[in-house]
């Protein structure tokens, strides 16, 4: 059973315009949300995160939405520049957890076009 | 920034043998390290917390004495697939947590193992 879920294996978008990223969750005891971005061959590395207290979270060119009522979060990234072309991670984790514990969405190719 | 390292990159083994992978934390000292599994177009799982001076714990469905790991130093675990078979074949990958940080603060993830069995 995929807890999380992200139905886009790839996306595709204009330099300079917006990227936006969707991931679903299936478990309600989700509190707290990250995403990863991975370049081939290294591991991923942190982008940015939203606990469920709150619906938006932004960093930079980075943000994250939160609809707890849709179990559905997202990132926007905009302006896109061609070192964002990655794959892109979600996950989530139930309160009173690190980390480690986080479940994985099977994440998201975005390619930046020049 | 904190960096953990991982070695090898890739491997590729015959079926039976047995395949080491290790990960060290380069500017930090972890205590605890994790070892995850993605298997290709399925996301990445845990599959087992490995604590330093102690036993590992395995998720649930992990086979510990197929999934061997050893953390002797503050820097070192180590994951070896034990009589690997083809159906092993998957990307593994640690990561650790730098010291005395906050429940919330991110993993640091090395580069991964792309493991191949013939």
């Known amino acids: 059973d995929q807890q999380v879920k992200q139905n886009s294996p790839s996306l595709s978008v204009q330099e300079g315009r917006i990227s936006i990223l969707n991931c679903d969750y299936t478990n309600s005891m989700f509190d707290y949300f990250l995403w990863y971005k991975k370049y081939p061959a290294e591991g991923p590395t942190f982008l940015i995160s939203?606990?469920?207290?709150?619906d938006k979270n932004e960093d930079g060119r980075f943000t994250v939405f939160l609809n707890k009522s849709a179990k559905h979060l997202s990132l926007h990234i905009v302006p896109s520049q061609p070192g964002d072309s990655a794959v892109y991670f979600c996950?989530?984790?139930?309160?009173?957890?690190?980390?480690?514990?986080?479940?994985f969405g099977t994440g998201t190719r975005l390619t930046i076009i020049p | 920034g904190a960096v953990v390292s991982q070695h090898p990159s890739w491997v590729i083994c015959k079926s039976g043998t047995s395949v080491k992978i290790e990960c060290r934390s380069l500017d930090f000292q972890a205590t605890t390290m994790f070892w995850y599994r993605q298997f290709p177009k399925q996301s990445l799982m845990l599959m087992a917390t490995?604590?330093?001076?102690?036993?590992?714990?395995?998720e649930q469905g992990v086979e510990k004495d197929k999934f061997l790991i050893n953390h002797a130093s503050l820097t070192l675990s180590t994951l070896t697939v034990t009589s690997a078979h083809p159906e092993d074949s998957s990307f593994y990958i640690c990561s650790a947590r730098v010291p005395d940080s906050r429940i919330n603060s991110p993993l640091h993830f090395g580069n991964g193992t792309r493991l191949t069995v013939t």
């Open positions: 490995s604590n330093e001076g102690s036993k590992a714990t395995y």
């Open positions: 939203i606990s469920s207290i709150k």
């Open positions: 996950a989530a984790r139930p309160p009173n957890f690190g980390n480690e514990k986080l479940t």
